[in-house]
C-alpha cells in the first residue's frame, strides 16, 4: 500500500498558469519535503515541513510556494510557472530526521 | 554548507561484473543513507549506517561507512540487469538537520 501518495501523477499546464500538486501520506510523520528533479540529475530540496514550521531553501525561486494544512497533507504551488520549471516534483516525509519516504512523483509539463 | 559528492556520475558494466559507487561529505556526517532509483521512478531507502566503520550486507550489496564517517561507498558484487537505476547517498549532518543527497551514480548493465 502506498504510504506517500502523490496526485496526479502526470501534470500538463500553460505557461505562466498556477498549478499545485499534492502530497498525502498515511504515515503521521512530522517532516515532509518538496524535491525538484530534472533528468538524470539529483533531486533538489525546494523546502520542508517540520510539524508546522516552513523551512524554504535560499534558493528556492519565489515563484514557488507550499502549504501544509494538517499532518497528512501538504501542497506544491507554482505560481507562474515557466518552461524551466518542467519537472518532476517529488514528495518526501519522515519521522524526524531519520528514513526519508518518497511518493511516486508528478511529472509537470509546462507548455 | 555541507556538500555530499558521488563519484562516478555514470558506470557502465557487464552484467556479472562488480560495481561500487563512492560518496564523500565536505564535513563529518552522522550518518548516511543509500537510496536507488529506477528508471522513471522514485528513490527508494536501502539502507542507514551510524557508526565509525561500520559495514551492512544486503543480498550482492555491501555498505561501508568510512572511519571518519566522511565517506561512505556502496559495492554490488554481480551486477543484474535489476541492479540498473541511480544510487543516490545522503548524508545528515551532526547538528540532526535534514539530509544532503549526493549527485547519484547511474548504474547501467549490459545483459
Known amino acids: 500500500d502506498a504510504m506517500v501518495i502523490q496526485n496526479p501523477r502526470y501534470q500538463v499546464t500553460q505557461f505562466g498558469k498556477p498549478v499545485t500538486l499534492s502530497c498525502s501520506q498515511t504515515l503521521n510523520h512530522n517532516v515532509m519535503y518538496w524535491y525538484q528533479q530534472k533528468s538524470s540529475q539529483a533531486p533538489k530540496l525546494l523546502f520542508h515541513y517540520y510539524d508546522k514550521d516552513f523551512n524554504n531553501e535560499a534558493d528556492t525561486p519565489d515563484n514557488f510556494q507550499s502549504r501544509r494544512p494538517n499532518t497528512s497533507f501538504c501542497f506544491l504551488d507554482i505560481r507562474s510557472p515557466g518552461l524551466g520549471d518542467a519537472a518532476m516534483y517529488l514528495c518526501?516525509?519522515?519521522?524526524?530526521?531519520?528514513?526519508?519516504?518518497f511518493g511516486a512523483g508528478t511529472r509537470l509539463s509546462v507548455l | 554548507g555541507q556538500q555530499v559528492m558521488q563519484i562516478p556520475q555514470y558506470q557502465h558494466v557487464q552484467e556479472g561484473e562488480d560495481f561500487t559507487t563512492y560518496c564523500n561529505s565536505s564535513?563529518?556526517?552522522?550518518?548516511i543513507q543509500w537510496y536507488k532509483q529506477r528508471p522513471g521512478g522514485h528513490p527508494v531507502f536501502l539502507i542507514q549506517l551510524v557508526k565509525s566503520g561500520e559495514v551492512k550486507k544486503q543480498k550482492r550489496l555491501t555498505f561501508q561507512f568510512g572511519e571518519a564517517k566522511k565517506n561512505s561507498s556502496l559495492h554490488i558484487t554481480a551486477t543484474q540487469t535489476t541492479d540498473v537505476g541511480t544510487y543516490f547517498c545522503?548524508?545528515?549532518?551532526?547538528?540532526?538537520?535534514?539530509?544532503?543527497f549526493g549527485g547519484g551514480t547511474r548504474l547501467m548493465v549490459k545483459p
Open positions: 518526501a516525509t519522515s519521522a524526524r530526521w531519520n528514513i526519508q519516504y
Open positions: 564535513t563529518t556526517l552522522s550518518n
Open positions: 545522503a548524508g545528515g549532518n551532526n547538528a540532526g538537520n535534514m539530509l544532503t
